[in-house]
């Protein structure tokens, strides 16, 4: 089974930017990163297929760039113009049931705190 450990959180101020990185045992067909605000339910942030297709929530559309790296077994998320409704933990995720985005594999997160 494919392991994922994400790195790169931390916190910035409202307006800046940051990246995650997640690096796989194995790369999977679709991959992707998910977040989640204390007392809200997860959520599906963008999401990313072996042919370079990707979606996006609709929140971040324009800010964040999802990409991957085969050779280097690595999954990014680059977010910019950060908000503070964009704090949460974010979850790398890959494998599972592509279609309808229901990953099977998780990391163990990392926490991005964007402060006014």
């Known amino acids: 089974q494919v392991q994922l450990v994400e790195s790169g959180g931390g916190s910035v101020q409202a307006g800046g930017s940051l990246r995650v990185s997640c690096a796989a045992s194995?790369?999977?067909?679709?991959m992707g990163w998910f977040r989640q605000a204390p007392d809200k339910e997860r959520e599906g942030v963008a999401g990313?297929?072996?042919?370079?297709?990707?979606w996006y929530a609709e929140a971040v559309k324009g800010r964040f760039t999802i990409s991957r790296d085969t050779a280097k077994r690595t999954l990014s998320l680059q977010m910019n113009s950060l908000r503070p409704e964009d704090t949460a933990m974010y979850y790398c995720?890959?494998?599972?049931?592509?279609?309808?985005?229901?990953?099977?594999?998780w990391g163990q997160g990392t926490q991005v705190t964007v402060y006014s």
């Open positions: 990313i297929d072996g042919d370079g297709s990707t």
């Open positions: 995720a890959a494998g599972g049931d592509c279609r309808r985005r229901d990953f099977r594999t």
């Open positions: 194995g790369m999977t067909w679709c």
